[in-house]
Antibody
Framework: QVQLQQWGAGLLKPSETLSLTCAVYGESFSGYYWSWIRQPPGKGLEWIGE???????NYNPSLKSRVTISVDTSKNQFSLKLTSVTAADTALYYC?????????????WGQGTLVTVSS | DIQMTQSPSTLSASVGDRVTITCRASQSISTWLAWYQQKPGKAPKLLIY???SLENGVPSRFSGSGSGTEFTLTISSLQPDDFATYYCQQYNSYSPVTFGQGTKLEIK
């Protein structure tokens, strides 16, 4: 059974760097693009970006200048860094895996990490 | 980016009703569309992928259709467990992934 378990700091000050990690259990890491998605409180879903097992990335253009997604295949983990956070980055952050290799419809999700940006 | 517009934003319906949610893309996405159900405090759940393919374990009362720029999610007979928020997502290979703004399905 595939499981995604995520963790990271939940409270940040403006201008700090958000850092989250997602560990993948019960599934081969290779062949998929692994995604990060966020959801501000009471609002809709926003795709942040994705990474392949080989490190190839695609980012949301609106966040691209501040986002880095990286992968550690030896640990079956991938990570998100978002620099210079503001209150607008307050959201529930999810990691996710697509249904098939080559798809981007997401069928396995992490439990979510609430990140609050406040001074 | 490809913009996804869902309608309606809110839908009030009763148990047993047939309901339809529409999603329009700002440009053609073939059938690269998924539908998700989300309940409060939970991660989204994939219902439909490739516009009309039902995810394993999803009840057959859910169905999806469409191609190009217009898509629909239909629930044939609403059950109490179906009251939630629904999102469409386009995943055209050549564009960033984008979601619709969501449709909240409420009990009438």
């Amino acid at each position: 059974q595939v499981q995604l378990q995520q963790w990271g700091a939940g409270l940040l000050k403006p201008s700090e760097t958000l850092s989250l990690t997602c560990a993948v259990y019960g599934e081969s890491f290779s062949g998929y693009y692994w995604s990060w998605i966020r959801q501000p409180p009471g609002k809709g879903l926003e795709w942040i970006g994705e990474i392949s097992h080989s490190g190839s990335t695609n980012y949301n253009p609106s966040l691209k200048s501040r986002v880095t997604i990286s992968v550690d295949t030896s640990k079956n983990q991938f990570s998100l860094k978002l620099t210079s956070v503001t209150a607008a980055d307050t959201a529930l952050y999810y990691c996710a895996r697509p249904i098939f290799r080559g798809s981007r419809a997401l069928d396995y999700w992490g439990q979510g990490t609430l990140v609050t940006v406040s001074s | 980016d490809i913009q996804m517009t869902q309608s309606p934003s809110t839908l009030s319906a009763s148990v047993g009703d047939r309901v339809t949610i529409t999603c329009r893309a700002s440009q053609s996405i073939s059938t690269w569309l998924a539908w998700y159900q989300q309940k409060p405090g939970k991660a989204p759940k994939l219902l439909i992928y490739k516009a009309s393919s039902l995810e394993n374990g999803v009840p057959s009362r859910f169905s999806g259709s469409g191609s190009g720029t217009e898509f629909t999610l239909t629930i044939s007979s609403l059950q109490p467990d179906d009251f939630a928020t629904y999102y469409c997502q386009q995943y055209n290979s050549y564009s960033p992934v984008t979601f619709g703004q969501g449709t909240k399905l409420e009990i009438k």
